[in-house]
């Protein structure tokens, strides 16, 4: 067991926890005092202070008020905080939703295709200001066409809701350049967020009587069905532009395919991007703050209220009793040097226990277990011990005809245990002795004597001590045949 011990005392001294263990278990009844002490030091402090406060009317009313003022606060801000939450979260579900069926943010904005038409309108005696208008009304024509044909064949992930504009993606970026090349000084957009979902967009040329179409789709065949879409609808509505607006002709003068990066593209992800981490640090915010708040504490200014606070903090004072009275034991017993048991006195001295007697009368079933441990008999009697001691001196004298018993348990108590042992121990015989490091009667007795037994008692005769009574012998050359030890029941 030593050999496996932790090195706390010394560089040849080791501690087993578990005698650390038990030597502080061994101590319960101080253990116990001390957090009943401190228990009722803070639970009557706590008492005695909401005695006083109950008599004080005004303090009482005080109290109660301001608590209900914080109580009304922690309930508004709690409130609060749980909107906002509740709101961020609707808002990056709503991103989330979007991100998943929309077809405009399913296309690779590094891979765009796009087909471009280029429209000629002559207005004839109208001129350019008549062609201008003219194609502003194409203009809304393609873009009411353009989205019915997007939600319904060009973006097959697109859904309904998109239709009744329940996230409209123009409330989070403008796109009224989205896939301009870059011969804009010739082209320009036809006003702001040419069209909804930026699938499609219309510039006029500097004279007014030219304007293109450029149909954005993930794949060529998307952008040739929405291209399609708009030719359909410029076709049907040329009468009834021609009849509302200017009468007029118009043809379709080019047409190209061609794949592009898109810019405007690339920034929409990274902006829905950050949006949405924008929108989680928010809401990690308003969690941690809604996480953070604590609710008031009632004062408990009643009768029934001082009283539990009072348990309330008794408690806490008989924990932190029994804690620090526990750690401080610990600490003790890592700084003592006084024997702890037989085994530690054996493996520290080198010489054989002869004897073990439990004093202090009857121990409890804590008391037992600590003293089993630690190498106490509690249940053996003290004529049995009186004569398994003298067998084991009468072993270990080896002819020895006149042994010493000294040490520190005291004279008298040294001569009445050599009174009970001696008829056991004969031909030897025992000489009742002290400390000899201190006794002048001792050491001259262990000058005529041919061998010495030590008498100790368990947790009061320091290691030190030990260690100059077999020194002391040692110098005399007389053998120290072993020790014989009290234990109290109550260590």
């Known amino acids: 067991m030593r050999e496996t011990g932790t090195a706390l005392r010394g560089e040849d001294d080791t501690v087993d926890f578990s005698d650390l263990l038990w030597s502080v278990l061994a101590k319960?009844?101080?253990?116990?005092?001390?957090?009943l002490i401190l228990a009722l030091l803070l639970g009557g402090y706590k008492g005695v202070?909401?005695?006083?406060?109950?008599?004080?009317?005004?303090?009482?009313?005080?109290a109660q008020e301001n608590y209900e003022t914080e109580r009304y606060d922690y309930r508004v801000m709690s409130d609060s905080l749980k909107s906002r939450i509740s709101d961020i979260t609707g808002e990056l579900e709503r991103l989330r939703e979007y991100e998943e069926t929309s077809a405009l943010y399913a296309i690779d904005p590094y891979n765009v295709h796009v087909r471009e038409n280029s429209y000629y309108v002559d207005a004839g005696a109208g001129g350019e200001s008549s062609a201008i208008s003219v194609i502003n009304a194409y203009k809304a024509v393609i873009e009411g066409v353009a989205m019915e044909e997007l939600l319904s064949d060009a973006g097959a992930e697109a859904s309904a809701a998109h239709a009744e504009a329940r996230y409209d993606i123009l409330q989070l970026y403008p796109h009224d350049?989205?896939?301009?090349?870059?011969?804009?000084e010739t082209r320009k957009p036809v006003g702001d967020g040419a069209l909804k979902y930026g699938f499609i967009q219309i510039y006029t040329n500097k004279a007014g009587s030219t304007f293109s179409v450029m149909a954005l789709g993930a794949d060529a065949q998307q952008a040739d069905k929405i291209m399609a879409a708009v030719d359909d609808a410029i076709n049907s509505a040329k009468k009834g532009v021609s009849d509302s607006v200017h009468a007029h002709t118009v043809a379709c003068v080019g047409s190209s395919q061609y794949r592009m990066v898109s810019q405007t593209l690339v920034e929409f992800h990274d902006y829905?991007?950050?949006?949405?981490?924008?929108?989680?640090?928010?809401?990690?915010?308003?969690?941690d703050a809604y996480n953070g708040l604590k609710a008031p504490a009632n004062p408990n200014l009643t009768p029934a209220g001082t009283i539990k606070s009072a348990v309330k903090y008794a408690v806490v004072?008989?924990?932190?009793?029994?804690?620090?009275?526990t750690g401080f034991l610990a600490v003790a017993?890592?700084?003592?040097?006084?024997?702890?048991?037989p085994e530690d006195l054996t493996w520290r001295h080198g010489c054989p226990v002869l004897g073990v007697y439990a004093e202090g009368g009857k121990a409890n079933a804590i008391?037992?277990?600590?003293?089993?441990?630690?190498?106490?008999?509690?249940?053996?009697?003290?004529?049995?011990?009186?004569?398994?001691?003298?067998?084991?001196?009468?072993?270990?004298?080896?002819?020895?005809a006149r042994i010493l018993v000294g040490g520190t348990l005291g004279k008298e108590r040294i001569a009445e245990l050599c009174g009970r042992l001696t008829p056991l121990v004969c031909p030897a015989a025992l000489i009742p002795g002290?400390?000899?490091c201190t006794d002048a009667d001792s050491a001259e007795a262990l000058g005529s004597c041919d061998a010495v037994v030590f008498a100790e008692e368990i947790g009061v005769t320091a290691h030190g001590k030990l260690a100059g009574e077999t020194e002391r012998a040692a110098r005399a050359g007389k053998p120290v045949l072993g020790f014989i030890l009290t234990g109290r029941t109550r260590l």
Not at 49 to 62: C, D, I, P, Y
Not at 177 to 184: I, M, N, Q, S
Not at 272 to 287: D, F, G, I, S
Not at 333 to 339: I, P, S
């Open 28 to 35: 319960w009844r101080t253990i116990l005092c001390c957090g």
């Open 49 to 62: 202070g909401g005695l006083k406060k109950l008599g004080n009317e005004e303090l009482v009313r005080a």
């Open 177 to 184: 350049e989205l896939g301009v090349r870059d011969d804009t």
């Open 272 to 287: 829905l991007q950050n949006r949405t981490a924008a929108l989680n640090e928010r809401r990690q915010e308003a969690t």
């Open 317 to 325: 004072g008989f924990v932190v009793g029994v804690i620090l009275s």
């Open 333 to 341: 017993f890592l700084f003592k040097d006084t024997v702890s048991d």
């Open 367 to 400: 008391d037992r277990a600590a003293a089993g441990h630690r190498g106490i008999p509690m249940d053996r009697t003290r004529e049995d011990t009186d004569a398994l001691t003298a067998v084991n001196i009468r072993q270990a004298a080896d002819g020895a």
């Open 434 to 436: 002290g400390d000899i």
